[in-house]
């Protein structure tokens, strides 16, 4: 499950409520889970089943509070991977990009990508 601005944030918490469902969960320029309170992750849980939790932003939005949000999820232990699209706003070509990425992740081959990381 994927989605862009608002989208972005009705994704991630419908797919990290839902992880017998979604495996794979992004939110572009937007996004992220609850780590407390009501509605939080099981962070274990959510690292053993999710295989990839992308979140990405353009370098012209909202990048300090993209860069607290991952901070966050860092020191909670929640595995993920973070794109900045350089230069870009909330538009399309940050869309764009993110997309890229995201899906380089989900059509990789797993036995030949041992030890690498992101695109």
Same mark, same amino acid.
């Given at each position: 499950? /994927? ?8 994704? #991630? ?16 320029? +937007? ?7 009501? +509605?939080?992750?099981?962070?274990? /849980? ?8 992308? *979140? ?37 070509? #940050?869309?764009?990009?993110? *997309? ?14 041992? +030890?690498?990381?992101?695109?």
């Amino acid at each position: 499950i /994927a989605g862009l601005s608002m989208g972005a944030g009705q994704a #991630t918490q419908i797919g990290a409520a839902n992880l017998d469902k979604f495996a794979y969960i992004a939110g572009f320029s +937007g996004g992220g889970i609850r780590l407390e309170g009501d +509605g939080a992750i099981d962070v274990n /849980a959510f690292n053993r089943q999710v295989k990839v939790f992308y *979140l990405s932003m353009g370098t012209k939005e909202s990048i300090d509070r993209f860069r607290q949000t991952c901070e966050s999820l860092k020191k909670a232990g929640v595995k993920f991977v973070s794109y900045e699209a350089p230069g870009t706003a909330h538009e399309f070509q #940050t869309w764009r990009k993110s *997309l890229y990425g995201y899906a380089q992740l989900l059509f990789k081959d797993d036995s030949s990508a041992a +030890g690498s990381s992101r695109p």
